[in-house]
């Protein structure tokens, strides 16, 4: 009786349908919900703000309703993220600190924890090592406002110093959007080391609203 019940139609000599194995259909498994990795998500970025340009470059009262919608709906995004914060742990907190795009939007909202100051010291310390392997060093001088002093020594010229200066930009803004300028400082003492000028890590942003603040 055992083997009837278990055994189904091989017990009663009933083959199953040819190509089948007996066993019930496979459900393939639901589609993910797309997601966006950092480099996705800068262009995305990038789009937004290209796109807000023109529409602020149009006058008229269609353009400004535009514009009031997206800085209408940036403030309720912005408090969205308030409250998960507040209902978030520290340890959450932190770990969203950590991912450049939350500290971003923290940051554009006023909600990052961290002053710029240590965020900017962090991200130096970060590419430090990188930039010491090519015989240089970097440091953070200081901010003030939105404007970010550097000093950047390294050894050599051409493509190993345009590669420390991308590092060291890409490093600064990433963790300090709100930041408008990196500026170079001279170096110290004299040393013979050749220093690497900051001027094309220069940002022309402009001081309005960005699209990350208003989407």
Not at 78 to 87: H, Q
Not at 173 to 181: D, I, K, R, S
């Amino acid at each position: 009786m055992g083997d009837a019940c278990c055994g189904g139609g091989a017990a009663s000599g009933t083959a199953p349908p040819a190509g089948t194995t007996g066993a019930p259909p496979t459900v393939p498994p639901a589609v993910p919900v797309g997601r966006l990795d950092d480099a996705a998500v800068g262009e995305r970025l990038a789009r937004a703000d290209d796109l807000l340009g023109r529409v602020e470059g149009v006058a008229g009262p269609t353009t400004e309703a535009a514009v009031e919608a997206v800085q209408t709906l940036a403030e309720i995004y912005g408090e969205a993220l308030a409250r998960v914060l507040d209902l978030a742990g520290e340890e959450l907190r932190a770990r969203m600190g950590a991912d450049e795009l939350l500290a971003h939007l923290m940051v554009l909202h006023e909600l990052h924890p961290e002053p710029v100051e240590a965020r900017v010291a962090a991200a130096l310390e970060r590419v430090r090592p990188g930039v010491q392997e090519h015989g240089g060093d970097v440091e953070l001088v200081g901010v003030d406002g939105t404007v970010a002093t550097v000093r950047l020594l390294a050894k050599g010229c051409g493509t190993s110093a345009g590669t420390l200066e991308d590092a060291v930009r890409e490093a600064v803004l990433g963790v300090a959007p709100e930041l408008t300028e990196v500026r170079r400082a001279p170096a110290e003492g004299g040393s013979g080391q050749a220093f690497v000028p900051l001027d094309t890590l220069t940002v022309a942003r402009p001081p309005s609203v960005s699209a990350g603040e208003r989407t």
